[in-house]
């Protein structure tokens, strides 16, 4: 899927609550202007006299910039919290003559922002420096130029980012497919909310393939169905090997998240002495086709634990 | 020929621009000329207290199927009742509390409780019920009692359903500056998960006979790591173990002892040092994690096993190192090489098997399955001018086993993705790419050698191609209208495959519209389909061929509209269908129907009352269908015996009131 980050149905109602993001006075000038002024600004450091109260005599009539205060963000009572140093100026730069008239450009971020995801998020990384962005810089979302204000909100009481009935939202406004894929025959829970993409993947980035949390597919999986781990007596080497041979994580038009009905399924793989490779006309004939086709014998199908299950049927 | 020699003359023309991406880190601000002491933020101080919404709810169910309460959050029929919260508590000295709850009460809810100062310490206090239904009418003759089952000329109902209870427990503390090393942080979480219920499982009587296999089982986590960092670095030593158990026990018939093993408990630990450096506009990632896999079990004891207990220990290594770096402000680089192990140190012995394997004999030694993986990545983003950017990358993969058909697979592909902002609305995104696998000469494995057919090739270790490509476009003509469009086509082709799978085609579409009407009013409509077919070749006394089209249809639209009845009332409403569909043929002819569809449709309102109050209705309706060919009766089949059969067929509905307390 392509998953470049588009003013999406997640994103479209923030445009349009703060249509003054796209109507500031230095509207008019080019992403590499507007980066070197304000590279300008931030390197000759004139922060105003007051902090955040020369800010909010103009801005403290504008809602957004006042929930600031609701959240982690604005709390002046912690060490860690912007609004403990530089304040307001912390992240969007040093004032300088913006007060007088309005003219002079700040940092700003998120969809109505001119200024390069990379330049926004380097206000972000400077104190988010943990291992949960350590991959961030390979990430597909780094790549995409996805900015952190495109997904996390710091004026607000809470980022929405934080609340697990919301997540699914915000990532499925990109990835479309995903989203198609949780209302198919079968899925994980996702479509209710009781799952999150974020229980196996980290936005952020990841050293493991597909930006998964755990250092594999499969031991992401364990995560919930430890019951499958093992080791057991008697492996099922393409089990071992990768869950994802046999099973689509994101949603299949198949029982059971399988890539393809039983017994088709397993006979992409085994024809042994005929067995395995019986040509099963049509379902709901025979033992191979019916109730749970191979696995009507072989129910191991991860693995068998009992001295004489070779065959993963005990 | 103009279009590329546009973008090039961009290309060039922006090179005049600044050479770096910006740098706005507060670490670097320049603040010699800053006093904070002037900074006091009269305008910002907020009273200490609480704030949120609780609200409950009460309603009722009005359904014959307990399936329909994966939708609508409970399987009961009839009256239900659940509490949500949004609530945040801040006290003077930064101390901040959330509780957060969800359908609590229902089969499905949570709760959740954060509560410290923020950067510095945090408790965190979680529990969920997560259940999954299936069926409501599986049909057994076997009736399971402390590992035995019991044959019964009656046959017993049972619901095939697991719940899920999870309860969470979690700490981070902040130790601040250590000394001149860097900033100490650490973090402990314990989670407990208890997993009851049913699930569908089969055993040999040696006839298949479907049954209703008891689940009772928990899982116990605990994760917990130190973090360092500095100015331009971080480390974090992290552990993290599970230990699985098991409450059910082998299973046994009468007649015949331990025909069904249990899954044996297990534990697992991992221990992760990673770390991250930053040398200007280069950043270097590395990770390297130490695991173990036990398992310890005691083995059925019967003729033929020589062990009391099997010592199960398998040993992974993963190690990974990625550097990334801007060469300017157009050009970033990236790379990562991979390192993966799985050894495994389980004992070996030789067991005789009650089903003589043709292969093998009546003896066989259990195989142990090792498995060591390198991948290599690279990539590069170039932005060609604003609004235009190229990607492109290379990914390599090698994989050996042991005991397999094929000991060495090795994966390579490239891909290119050009995103452009074409003119003002509209934006194009194209991508493809291309795979191939290959590897060592593919033969029948070490313990299989003799008797599997020597044409088969197994689709996970053959030789394959695989093509793909992606169209997104995004079309935002006014700006409160967004039309999204998403199509992808691939193909694996295993082209070395005569028996196996031949042939996979995966393609489809996806359209996304959002409006924002008015300030009040938004609504939003979708649909998508897709395709996915495949071809395979089996043999058992001749070659024969078999066809399998996939296809999936999704739908969805509403709308939301607020400020009713001054600025009181909220209306909204959301519809979505999906259907998933499998056609199988075969030169037999085609399998019976396997498709399922949903309806699924939400009407709300919302109604203030007063500041502090709100009663919203939500009537909720899903209509599901599901049928499988292979389900039969019971005994539809000579020789097998099923649970039924278990399709879905059922109208739910929910009605559901809800009283809203806000506090300011």
Known sequence: MISTLKISAFIVPIILLFPAVNAAPWADLSQTELEQQLEQKFSEGKYSPKGADSCLMCHKRDQKVMALFQGVHGALDNSRSPMAGLQCEACHGPMGKHNRGGKEPMISFGAGSKLSSDSQNSVCLGCHNDPKQM???????????????????????????????????????????????????????????????????????????????????????????????????????????????????????????????????????????????????????????????CLNCHSQIHGSNHPAGSLLSR | MRFPLNLLTMALLGLSGSAMAADFSVNRANTDKVNTSGFQCRQCQLAPGLSGEVTANAGYNDSDDIHSGNALGDGRDGMIASVDAELGYRSQGGYRSQLRAHDLGLDNGFVSLRTGRPGQYQLALDYRNLTRFENSDAATRLWHDKGLLQPSPNLRYLDLELERQQAGIGLSYD?????????????????????????????????????????????????????????????????????????????????????????????????????????????????????????????????????????????????????????????????????????????????????????????????????????????????????????????????????????????????????????????????????????????AGELTSSETNSLLRKYHLADRRRTAMEMGLQYTPLNWMTLDFNSHYALDDYRDTVIGLTESRDYGYDLNLSLQLSERLSAYGTAGQQWISSQQNGDQLTPWHSDIKDNFISLGAGLAYSGLLDERLTLGADYQFANSEGNTLTEGGAYDDYYSFNHSAELYGRYHLNDAMALKLTYRYERYFDTDGNEVGIDAVTGLTTLGVLNHNYNAHQLMLSFSYLLP
């Not at chain 1, 689509?248 to 399988?258: I, P, Q």
């Open chain 2, 175 to 443: 130790f601040g500056a250590l000394a001149s090393l860097g900033n100490l942080s650490s973090y402990v979480r314990y989670d407990r998960e208890e997993k009851q219920g049913h699930r569908s499982a089969s055993l040999i009587t040696p006839r298949p006979v479907n049954f209703a296999l008891p689940v009772d089982e928990s899982n116990d986590k605990l994760r917990a790591g130190l973090q360092l960092s500095g100015h331009n670095w971080f480390t974090e030593l992290a552990y993290q173990g599970s230990q699985y158990n098991n409450d059910i026990n082998n299973l046994s018939l009468p007649y015949a002892t331990d025909l069904y093993s249990a899954t044996p408990d297990n534990q697992a630990h991992q221990l992760t040092l990673n770390g991250q450096y930053r040398l200007a506009s280069t950043i270097f990632s590395g990770r390297i994690v130490a695991g173990r896999m036990l398992q310890d079990e005691g083995l059925i004891q019967m003729t033929g096993n020589p062990l009391q207990s099997w010592d199960g220990q398998v040993n992974t290594t993963d190690a990974n190192l990625a550097v990334s770096t801007a060469v300017n402000s157009r050009l970033r680089l990236g790379g990562q090489l991979d390192y993966r192990k799985r050894d495994n140190d389980s004992s070996v012995a030789e067991f005789v098997q009650l089903e003589l394997n043709p292969v093998s004999g009546a003896i066989r030694q259990n195989p142990l399955l090792d498995i060591e993986r390198q991948s290599a990545r690279l990539n590069a983003s170039y932005r060609l001018a604003p609004g235009y950017r190229l990607q492109g990358g290379y990914e390599f993969k090698q994989v050996e086993r042991s005991y397999g058909e094929r000991e060495e697979t090795r994966d390579h592909s490239l891909w290119a993705k050009l995103g452009m902002q074409l003119v003002s609305p509209l934006r194009l995104d194209l991508k493809a790419s291309y795979g191939d696998r290959g590897g060592s000469r593919y033969q």
């Open chain 1, 135 to 293: 991959a961030w810089h390979n990430s597909l979302h780094n790549l995409e130029q996805v900015a952190c204000a495109d997904c996390h909100q710091v004026h607000a009481a809470e980022d929405p980012m934080l609340n697990p009935l919301r997540i699914n939202e915000a990532c499925t406004s990109c990835h479309t497919r995903a989203k198609a894929d949780m209302s198919k025959r079968s899925a994980h829970p996702l479509k209710w909310d009781r799952m999150t993409c974020i229980d196996c993947h980290n936005p952020h980035g990841s050293l493991t393939e597909s930006a998964l949390k755990q250092t594999s597919l499969n031991t992401t999986c364990y995560e919930c169905h430890a019951d499958k781990r093992g080791p057991v007596l008697w492996e099922h080497a393409p089990v071992v090997e990768n869950c994802a041979n046999c099973h689509k994580a994101h949603g299949s038009v198949n029982e059971s998240l399988l890539k393809a009905r039983v017994p088709q399924l397993c006979q992409q793989c085994h024809a042994d002495d005929g067995h395995a490779a019986r040509a099963v006309a049509q379902g709901g004939n025979s033992a191979f086709g019916a109730g749970k086709s």
